[in-house]
């Protein structure tokens, strides 16, 4: 086996490598989306004072799996009126751009003399934003695509919000690789060693945590959905798989902002002690680090969910007016002050 | 490599034409639709000329920012109407005469042209650190100008989609 | 025809400019219109970037970013005007906006 494997091409070794990795991440990924939606109605439940999902296997462990079971075998109805082509591709493109996120994300050193990210590339966060910026589509399609006023008014006002806290977004990081120097995510890990960049640059946090909020469509921000004045937004047409693919996209895209959040804010697969901070040497301590990874994720999707519960939604000029009128000017002193700051060290 | 340089090539040529004819709809969105494809794949054309900060911002601005605003108006406007009416195709069939005339011209030049394989082997790398420091070196003044420029189009359309001008 | 070269690139260019072209000439939404205008201003940008990368100078990549911007501050005031126009008349096709005609 492995001599067979010796024998072949390096750039073969690479592309089975990284077939190899996609494969994982997508293990991981997927039972995590499924248990996120637990967590979610869980953690809901215990602030609401409540039991939550307790019937399916001991305390609801099994509750994702039939929810799955349930989405296929309902009835995929498809409304007269809709704009048939583009309510089929809605939902498969509202999926895409938060699984593309995850590619470039490391989430752990490396194990043996592999390094575990999919793809190192060196414009890595321009790469995120751009393929961030694509995810619009997704919601502004099937807001089309129903053909109805309410989920047009969802995809409208979708395309709106994630248009503006896109620039917040991009513009609070500009300041995280100006102090770093480059732009490639296992640089700024490396970089994170001696300290995290949320304590160096904890406004630059404030706002990309906000902005991920208006990004992902979740509370305070979800007015794409709303469900007291849309019903529903972009997704009242949707039933069955449809409507369970934009659920899973919004829990996956929770997860690539969380991830993108503890790469570029919480040091990446570092705990600044145990030699953790440093690429492993063993198997076990790479294991350990994809797992300090894993629990930094969860740790951030916790705090997610638990705003959801905690917050009333914004109004529409509200939500408009902080992030043009607040969170840009704000992102811009920051990068200005950094700069400043760099130039006075240099 | 090269395989790639035919595949997007042809994506891009492909999506290019769906943007100007779609046999199957005269939907404007599906236009809009086709010139995200169109331009995705030519970032995938830069990706493969060592351009990758211009890939990234090739998608970044155009697909995600500025196709956006183009659906976004789009939908605003309800045209349902518009939809009905087709290509005129006298006025087609010359227009495409006329073009195909032109392409000819250029390509026949491009075929013969001085540059052809100028360089033997290309070393130039897109890198953001280098396009930067030039940005900011060289072409500082043009860039305020770019500067203005998107001040003046932010100035212009806000006034321009007032409902009164007074 | 062994390796790509620039020549490859420019042609890609060449016909995607002269698609954009057709759009213009055929079509009669001035949104479709719009689109294609944009298809032209990408196809002189590959061909900048082909030039860039064969003539190892930085020059065209930079060029290519100022097209972009004024691309993007192009279509902002484009669209608003379209609008605009929608407002007052409720049609986006060029050829009922020929009041200068008759």
Redesign the interface.
Known sequence: MIAWFNSLPPTAQMTLFSVLKIVCVLAVLMPMIAYSTLAERKISAWIQDRHGPNRVGPAGIWQPIVDGVKSFLKEDFTPSHVRKAYFWLAPMISMIPALLTIAIIPFGSQLGSQKMVIADLNVGILYTFGIVSLGVYGIVLAGYASNNKYSFLGGIRSSAQMISYEIAMGMSVVALFMVAGSLRLSDLISYQTHCWFIFKQPLAFIIFMISAFAETNRLPFDLPESEQELVGGYHTEYSSMKFALFFMAEYANMIAASAMMVTLFLGGWTLPFGGLDQPAQSIGMGLAQIGIFIAKIVLLMTIFIWVRWMWPRFRYDQLMDLGWRRFIPLSLANILITAVVLWAIA | ??AL??LF?AL??LC??L???NPFSNN?VT??MF?VL??VS?AG??VL???F??AA??VL??AG??MV??LF??M??D?KE?QR?S??LF??GL??I???A??SV??GR??K?P?????DQ???E?ATT??GT??FSD?VL?FEI?SL??L???I???L??K?ELK | MS??????????S??????????V?????V??I???L??ML?AA??AL???????????G??I???I??????????G??????L??KRQ???VEDLATMRN
């Open positions: 490599m090269d340089f035919y090539a891009t040529l290019g034409i943007v100007i004819a404007p236009s809009a010139l169109t331009i030519m054309l830069f000329l060592h351009a900060f211009l911002v090739q601005v155009y920012a500025v605003l183009f108006v789009i605003l406007l045209l518009e009416r290509i005129p006025s087609a227009g495409l006329a073009v195909v032109i392409a250029i390509i491009l075929w042209g540059f052809v394989n100028s360089v290309p070393t130039m897109g280098v396009l030039k940005l072409y043009p770019v420029v998107l003046v189009a932010m212009g359309a806000i321009l989609s409902k | 390796q790509v070269g620039l020549h490859h690139y420019l042609v890609v060449a016909l995607l400019f002269s698609i954009g072209l057709l759009g000439i055929i079509r009669r939404n949104l479709v719009y689109l294609s944009e298809l990408n940008n590959l970037v082909a030039f860039s990368r064969f003539n190892n100078n930085l020059n990549q930079l290519v970013f100022f972009i911007t004024v691309a993007a501050s192009e279509v902002a005031v669209l608003a005007l379209i609008v605009a929608y407002r049609t986006t096709h």
